[in-house]
């Protein structure tokens, strides 16, 4: 199979021109006159400045996941017990570059990958070469944040300091800090490219991303991304650039490959198999001595012919053999979708996932191991409404209400069409989740509803539920 390949163009002598003007424009050094000489020093010096205090903040993080595949079983051999399909290759541990920030100075660094909470051999590298063990504090598999933990006794860590990610605009210079192909503390910058980008990347829940001209490379998931004056204001949600797409592109090629050889043992690629395994069951049986009364087989099969037991046989596999190629074809979806976007960036089109969630999200893993949501009480599917003959805008439609909930109890109901939130036109899911993950107890959403051909309003109360940990602990004490 051909492999797509994103090719990122040398930089030569204008591209490093026009990035060179681009900082001093960042960094607000006014002027042709001041970017000559002094002018010009005094960028490098506050470039280097914030390069810096981002790489003292950051780390790189290695983990190895244990084999997840299956090979002969326990037994081992051919045909022997445990065996599994041939299509399932044998497991392998993979060893793990990415990249984390300090969060708190006794050790709490945030990265991204829900994968690492089931690692092992976690270690984190700071910026002076210190290697520190570590183990998997938190996940978060609605936007595949983690926290772990390293071992920070007598370690003076950085934290990293927040900027307002809400405060940015189209155009403002953004540093990133990763380890791209495990090249330590590697900094690139670039700009904004584009704000409220709903993406999903690594997490089951969309969110608005920023679009970024900054390089990133496989190794920078996690990465710090700053502004000009060094803050946080997001992190790499993803490993994009050419290796990300010629990764995808193997795994790809892997699961076409499974695909093929499932399909030799389609049921009617085999269809002696069934009748010799009943004859030989049947076989045994007779074979069996009078003495030991037919043996446990034969009570089994008393009253059952050969033909109903191979049509059974047949029945189980057939269903068996639709269930695995459905699984595997939904397998390959996913994967066809990730390599499209796999495929976009390695052109240069890069996402972060902004701080203020990241802020969010991470301090609740800190100190609950959990995140807290606001919910509404209602499901919402998303499709699209055409406008006139060449254009359409996305309709947010409300598939369920919580028989009890906050939606019910407010008016909503299932049809009904969102149009606003707290007076805001709702531009994507992406602004519900965050409006939720923001949300404290007893705050309540305004949202503008259209059903059939009237407008109404509906004031919903968010709910947020007890975290597991105290849930579990008012169950034991049977509060």
Request: include cysteine; charge should be neutral; glycine fraction near 12%.
């Amino acid at each position: 199979m051909a492999r797509c390949r994103g090719v990122r163009p040398v930089v030569g002598a204008k591209e490093m021109v026009a990035s060179a003007l681009a900082v001093v424009l960042a960094l607000g050094v006014a002027g042709p006159a001041r970017a000559q000489g002094a002018g010009l020093e005094q960028v490098e010096a506050e470039m280097v400045r914030v390069a810096e205090k981002a790489r003292a903040s950051v780390v790189r993080i290695t983990y190895t996941l244990p084999g997840t595949g299956h090979g002969r079983g326990a037994q081992g051999g051919d045909g022997g017990e445990g065996q599994r399909p041939p299509w399932e290759e044998a497991g392998r541990q993979a060893r793990v570059n990415a990249s984390g920030v300090i969060l708190t100075r006794d050790g709490a660094i945030v990265t991204v990958g829900v994968g690492i909470q089931g690692a092992e051999e976690i270690t984190v590298e700071l910026a002076d070469g210190t290697v520190l063990p570590a183990t998997a504090h938190a996940v978060d598999a609605a936007t595949g944040l983690a926290v772990v933990r390293a071992a920070a006794v007598g370690v003076d860590l950085t934290p990293a300091t927040f900027g307002d990610s809400d405060a940015l605009r189209v155009g403002n210079f953004l540093v990133v800090v990763g380890n791209p192909y495990g090249f330590s503390h590697s900094l690139s910058v670039g700009h904004v490219s584009g704000l409220k980008r709903p993406v999903t990347t690594g997490g089951t829940l969309a969110y608005n991303a920023i679009q970024t001209s900054a390089q990133i490379n496989p190794g920078d998931s996690g990465a710090f991304v700053g502004d000009s004056q060094g803050r946080m204001v997001g992190i790499v949600a993803s490993t994009f650039g050419r290796g990300g797409a010629e990764q995808m592109s193997a795994a790809l090629e892997q699961t076409f490959d499974k695909l093929r050889a499932a399909r030799r043992f389609r049921p009617e690629n085999i269809p002696h198999m069934f009748e010799d395994l009943v004859k030989n069951i049947f076989r045994r049986v007779a074979e069996q001595k009078e003495g030991e009364g037919g043996g446990p087989l034969k009570g089994a099969l008393e009253g059952v012919d050969e033909e109903a037991l191979r049509e059974a046989f047949e029945r189980d596999y057939q269903k068996l053999w639709e269930e695995t190629m459905k699984e595997m074809a939904e397998e390959q979806r996913r994967q066809r979708s990730a390599a499209v976007s796999e495929y976009l960036a390695a052109q240069g089109i890069n996402f972060v996932m902004p701080g203020n969630v990241v802020k969010r999200v991470a301090f609740d893993l800190i100190r609950r191991r959990e995140v807290r949501r606001g919910a509404l009480g209602l499901s919402v599917d998303v499709s699209r409404r055409a406008l006139g003959k060449t254009s359409t805008r996305p309709q947010f439609r409300v598939a369920e209400v919580e028989a009890g909930g906050a939606a019910e109890a407010a008016g909503v109901r299932p049809e009904d069409e969102i149009l606003r939130l707290d007076g805001k036109r709702l531009l994507s899911i992406a602004d519900v989740h965050e409006r939720l993950l923001f949300s404290e107890p007893g705050e309540t959403v305004e949202l503008q509803l259209l059903r059939g051909e009237e407008t109404v309003k509906a004031r919903v109360a968010i709910t947020h539920r007890k975290p597991a940990a105290a849930a579990d602990k008012e169950a034991k004490s049977g509060n």
